[in-house]
């Protein structure tokens, strides 16, 4: 079992920046790879980023690449995602999650463990 708890979302003005964590628990945290998913109102959840075990490997949606970067502490069992140069279309609901894998993925459903969320909204 794993238990994932989102801080950090709030309202920023466009170009600004928030940074999200997640913290987790259960589950040795430096045993599976992580991503970030976001749901915007009248659109389907999409994949944000991901970070393999280890913090080697990353992977972006070309949305947010060059603008958002994720990283981990394994030593403090949490993910971040730094989000800069945040849009108006950035605004959603961010969820971490947790893949029992190594490796992760852009793809939800292999996604075994999710938080709760954290709302960002950035205003024009």
């Known amino acids: 079992q794993v238990q994932l708890v989102e801080s950090g979302g709030g309202l920023v003005q466009a170009g600004g920046s928030l940074r999200l964590s997640c913290a987790a628990s259960?589950?040795?945290?430096?045993?599976?790879?992580m991503g970030w998913f976001r749901h915007a109102p009248g659109k389907e959840r999409e994949f944000v980023a991901a970070i393999s075990w280890s913090g080697g490997s990353t992977y972006y949606a070309d949305s947010v690449k060059g603008r958002f970067t994720i990283s981990r502490d394994n030593a403090k069992n949490t993910v971040y995602l730094q989000m800069n140069s945040l849009k108006p279309e950035d605004t959603a609901v961010y969820y971490c999650a947790a893949d029992l894998s190594l490796l992760g993925s852009k793809v939800q459903y292999e996604y075994d463990y999710w938080g709760q969320g954290t709302q960002v909204t950035v205003s024009s």
């Open positions: 259960g589950r040795t945290f430096s045993s599976y790879a």
